[in-house]
């Protein structure tokens, strides 16, 4: 049957299977409409624990979310335009792009967002990669916490890599950004650094060739967004010239006009 599904049928059969699969959720009644039904199918994999979930469920969610995207429209490099130096600025929607690697804005706990719809990058790249990158990230944290210890939480600037599963990325590089509290400091601006600067070594290692980072801290985590940008330039630009050739592509992707205005000030 799988073969012959709509669209339509994927997401019904979805919905039935993931609220199957919640205790908290399963009596809960489905919308009629497609755009509730969609609603609705999200929340309940934003709020699913990594766990087990049957092959054959995978494989229509797959079909789903591989659908879904191309009905948002698959970007290729080549279609985003070169500013200078191998640097480049998109905005949108980063789980569109199909380049070597996307950086996702994570939490210490690397699990993704747990709220249902939230509009965070953490919650859209797990959403439409599918279930399998929470479950993949689960795995990874689980051997650094019998490696470190059981109340480990990824130290913020150390990337991790990950498949990117249904998204038409390659892999997704998850890192944990500073956390603007009381003001900004040069420790925080160093942390941020950081993270482009291991971000990058991390793709020179994994010969990753294009990377598409998101606006790392700039969201919940409070870091003042001109500074981030200025930071974030200045980052890449140093690293790049050190690493001269390494490098297909970086693209700084945006998704408030806000940003698009900082990085290009610093960028045109």
């Given at each position: 049957?799988?073969?012959?599904?709509?669209?339509?049928?994927?997401?019904?059969?979805?919905?039935?299977?993931?609220?199957?699969?919640?205790?908290?959720?399963?009596?809960?009644?489905?919308?009629?409409?497609?755009?509730?039904?969609?609603?609705?199918?999200?929340?309940?994999?934003?709020?699913?624990?990594?766990?087990?979930?049957?092959?054959?469920?995978?494989?229509?969610?797959?079909?789903y979310l591989q659908?879904?995207?191309r009905e948002k429209?698959?970007?290729?490099?080549?279609?985003?335009?070169?500013?200078?130096?191998?640097?480049?600025?998109?905005?949108?929607?980063?789980?569109?792009?199909?380049?070597?690697?996307?950086?996702?804005?994570?939490?210490?706990?690397?699990?993704?967002?747990?709220?249902?719809?939230?509009?965070?990058?953490?919650?859209?790249?797990?959403?439409?990669?599918?279930?399998?990158?929470?479950?993949?990230?689960?795995?990874?944290?689980?051997?650094?916490?019998?490696?470190?210890?059981?109340?480990?939480?990824?130290?913020?600037?150390?990337?991790?890599?990950?498949?990117?599963?249904?998204?038409?990325?390659?892999?997704?590089?998850?890192?944990?950004?500073?956390?603007?509290?009381?003001?900004?400091?040069?420790?925080?601006?160093?942390?941020?650094?950081?993270?482009?600067?291991?971000?990058?070594?991390?793709?020179?290692?994994?010969?990753?060739?294009?990377?598409?980072?998101?606006?790392?801290?700039?969201?919940?985590?409070?870091?003042?967004?001109?500074?981030?940008?200025?930071?974030?330039?200045?980052?890449?630009?140093?690293?790049?010239?050190?690493?001269?050739?390494?490098?297909?592509?970086?693209?700084?992707?945006?998704?408030?006009n806000e940003d698009?205005?900082?990085?290009?000030?610093?960028?045109?």
């Amino acid at each position: 049957m799988k073969e012959t599904m709509t669209q339509d049928q994927r997401l019904d059969y979805l919905v039935e299977e993931f609220k199957t699969d919640s205790v908290q959720y399963k009596d809960m009644r489905t919308p009629d409409d497609t755009a509730g039904k969609r609603r609705f199918l999200r929340s309940l994999m934003n709020i699913r624990m990594p766990k087990n979930l049957g092959d054959p469920i995978l494989s229509v969610q797959d079909d789903y979310l591989q659908e879904r995207i191309r009905e948002k429209g698959i970007v290729e490099l080549a279609d985003i335009p070169e500013i200078r130096d191998s640097l480049s600025i998109w905005q949108g929607d980063i789980t569109r792009l199909a380049v070597d690697v996307i950086v996702n804005a994570a939490n210490s706990q690397m699990l993704g967002c747990f709220v249902p719809m939230h509009t965070c990058i953490d919650n859209c790249i797990h959403t439409f990669a599918g279930v399998q990158l929470r479950a993949e990230c689960a795995r990874q944290m689980n051997q650094l916490r019998i490696r470190y210890g059981s109340d480990y939480e990824q130290p913020t600037a150390v990337p991790m890599l990950t498949d990117a599963y249904n998204l038409p990325a390659k892999k997704v590089i998850h890192i944990v950004g500073p956390i603007v509290q009381s003001g900004l400091t040069t420790e925080l601006e160093k942390d941020l650094a950081d993270c482009y600067q291991n971000t990058l070594d991390m793709c020179l290692e994994n010969g990753l060739k294009s990377v598409a980072f998101c606006c790392i801290s700039t969201g919940v985590f409070c870091f003042p967004n001109k500074k981030a940008a200025e930071i974030a330039v200045k980052t890449v630009t140093n690293w790049l010239s050190q690493h001269p050739g390494t490098m297909e592509r970086v693209i700084f992707n945006v998704f408030k006009n806000e940003d698009k205005t900082y990085y290009e000030q610093q960028l045109c």
